[in-house]
């Protein structure tokens, strides 16, 4: 019996390592304003609207390089589903100097991972910010609160 | 005891097998959408004259008098009502009695004339959408039907337009 338990523990913490975070490779999302757009007049709704420096990635990637992949999927359900296309990435400052294939221009999120930027591995933690904007949303869309999750990858290849 | 080194060993490469890393992070965003409406109104004509005999005894059709332009997040209806119910005179000798009533509005395009009145009623009703959505740009014809009851002089009313949703 004891075996047996010692097998199954031994391929959890193998299985469960394989994904988890650990001190010296992860990524974290850290919101400097909450990413709340609230669309009460013509001119909001007619607008671009900007939350400027809304979040910093912070993160460490020890061991491999990083590709850092962002996506998003909409919850809502309403008569008017609001595509996650609405939600535009757009890169502000970091305090790293080793990464690469930044991608600066603006980037309307989608359900499938788009690289933002290519982190080279060091042993320390850096953070990439960015701004999140809603393009003019017009009047298509029905009152009401869209949602949307948006997840942040770091892949070590 | 080579059983246990087995599976450490088969522990080891399951570690390893996966080659690739991925970690995560999320977040929600939200966005609220308000009931959002605006109408624009712009006069196409101005002041209406009734100068003949047969404008008197007939009425006068003003067509395309003004325009609307209406963008709404919601199905929404436009109002109107007369703020008195008689038109104010000046001049002299004009009637002070001369009623709201005389006065008729539809859509361009449309068949029928609603008459003025101090309670609201509906002009006509349109969706969601911006000035370029069918139906959410529109002029109105005004008709004049005062018969021969008043005299010469010159009136005015106001009239109140209320976009709201459906």
Redesign the interface.
């Known amino acids: 019996m004891k075996?047996y338990l010692?097998?199954l523990s031994?391929?959890l913490?193998?299985?469960i390592?394989?994904?988890s975070?650990n001190s010296t490779?992860?990524?974290?999302?850290n919101?400097n304003t909450a990413?709340?757009?609230?669309?009460?007049?013509?001119t909001l709704?007619e607008n671009t609207q900007t939350i400027s420096d809304a979040?910093c990635?912070h993160l460490e990637s020890k061991?491999?390089t990083a590709h850092i992949y962002a996506k998003?999927s909409a919850s809502t359900n309403t008569t008017t589903p609001?595509p996650v296309s609405?939600?535009v990435l757009s890169y502000y400052s970091t305090n790293s100097t080793n990464y690469s294939s930044l991608n600066n221009g603006d980037i309307p999120l989608s359900g499938t991972n788009q690289l933002l930027f290519i982190q080279a591995k060091v042993g320390t933690a850096f953070n990439f910010c960015y701004s999140?904007k809603?393009p003019a949303?017009?009047?298509?869309?029905?009152?009401?609160?869209?949602?949307?999750?948006?997840?942040?990858?770091?892949?070590?290849? | 005891m080579r059983k246990l080194i087995f599976i450490v060993c088969l522990c080891i490469l399951s570690h390893s097998s996966f080659g690739q890393y991925s970690f995560t992070a999320t977040a929600t965003a939200t966005a609220t959408v308000s009931s959002t409406y605006a109408l624009s109104f712009s006069s196409l004509v101005g002041t209406s004259s009734l100068t003949t005999l047969n404008d008197y005894l007939n009425g006068q059709t003003t067509a395309n008098y003004a325009r609307f332009e209406i963008k709404s997040n919601v199905p929404w209806v436009l109002e109107f009502t007369s703020n008195a119910a008689l038109f104010t005179a000046t001049g002299g000798g004009a009637s002070t009695n001369m009623p709201c009533s005389i006065v008729s509005i539809r859509v361009n395009g449309t068949s029928t004339f609603k008459a003025l009145t101090t309670t609201t009623q509906a002009l006509t009703t349109g969706n969601r959408g911006p000035v370029s959505t069918s139906g959410n740009t529109f002029n109105i014809d005004v008709n004049y039907n005062p018969g021969l009851n008043y005299n010469g002089g010159t009136y005015s009313l106001n009239v109140l337009y209320t976009l709201t949703s459906q």
């Not at chain 1, 490779?25 to 999302?29: C, G």
């Not at chain 1, 009401?144 to 990858?153: A, D, E, P, Q």
């Open positions: 075996k010692l097998i031994l391929l913490f193998s299985f390592s394989s994904f975070q490779n992860y990524i974290q999302y919101n990413l709340t757009f609230n669309l009460n007049t013509t709704l979040f990635l061991s491999n998003a609001m609405n939600l999140v809603m949303v017009g009047y298509t869309y029905a009152p009401g609160t869209y949602t949307f999750t948006i997840t942040f990858t770091m892949s070590q290849p």
